[in-house]
């Protein structure tokens, strides 16, 4: 399928071995962040959020760390499986002044080698 | 599961040419985004809805226009399509409380104008 993006960044990680994708933000007011996975050919699939409130949050597998004083998100995949070779994206909540909408980082894509 | 369907995954159609994308979401959810997908730009927010005959612009409405007339379905109207509309279209729905909840996303229309 065509690529989301022609200039990713990309991270190529061992099958197995742990991924970390990271994700800067610009606005302090921001106070709810989600991770995306897309996958070739489909749409952005939800994996994860975490309110502003909170430093980290676990799922299946992922984790994702929020340090608000620099303004970083990352996502962390433990045992990373050719399942997960996507294109991943943080979305950021602007906050209520600006109508609640998201703002999308431009995605990492992540090769998992066999 | 959530459930967003657009009505076509691939779709061409000649320069001045009425356009019309459908998207319908299942999870009786009364938030509803329209977003276009390029390489190198990442995900652009065109229009989106909280309620039925309600919408509001995004961040690149110029060209665009949209429809909700029922509360499932959310359609995005290229008036007079040009090729700087040639692009990947994303549908999205989300519950109330807007800000802190993962918008669900389609899979994705990729429109080609001639």
């Known amino acids: 399928g065509e690529s989301v993006g022609l200039h990713l960044p990309t991270l190529s990680v061992q099958e197995g071995d742990n991924s970390i994708i990271n994700c800067a933000y610009s606005?302090?007011?921001?106070?709810?962040f989600i991770w995306y996975k897309q996958e070739s050919g489909k749409g952005p699939q939800f994996i994860i959020d975490?309110?502003?409130?909170?430093d980290k949050r676990q799922g299946q597998r992922v984790t994702v760390l929020l340090n608000k004083t620099v303004k970083h998100l990352s996502l962390q995949i433990a045992a990373t499986q050719p399942g997960d070779s996507a294109v991943y994206f943080c979305a950021e909540n602007r906050g209520k002044a600006a109508g609640n909408k998201l703002t999308f980082g431009g995605g990492t894509r992540v090769l998992v080698k066999p | 599961d959530v459930k967003v369907t657009q009505s076509s995954r691939y779709l061409v159609k000649r320069t001045g040419e009425k356009v019309f994308l459908e998207c319908v979401q299942d999870m009786d959810h009364e938030n509803m985004f329209w977003y276009r997908q390029d390489p190198g730009l990442g995900l652009r927010l065109i229009y989106f809805?909280?309620?039925?005959?309600?919408?509001e612009k995004g961040d690149i409405p110029e060209g665009y226009s949209v429809s909700r007339e029922k509360k499932e379905r959310f359609s995005l109207i290229l008036e007079s399509a040009s090729t700087n509309q040639t692009s990947m279209y994303l549908c999205?729905?989300?519950?109330?409380?807007?800000?802190?909840?993962?918008?669900?996303f389609g899979d994705g229309t990729r429109l080609s104008i001639l």
């Open positions: 809805s909280y309620d039925v005959k309600m919408k």
């Open positions: 606005n302090s007011a921001s106070d709810y």
């Open positions: 999205a729905s989300t519950t109330p409380g807007f800000g802190n909840q993962p918008q669900h």
């Open positions: 975490i309110r502003s409130n909170m």
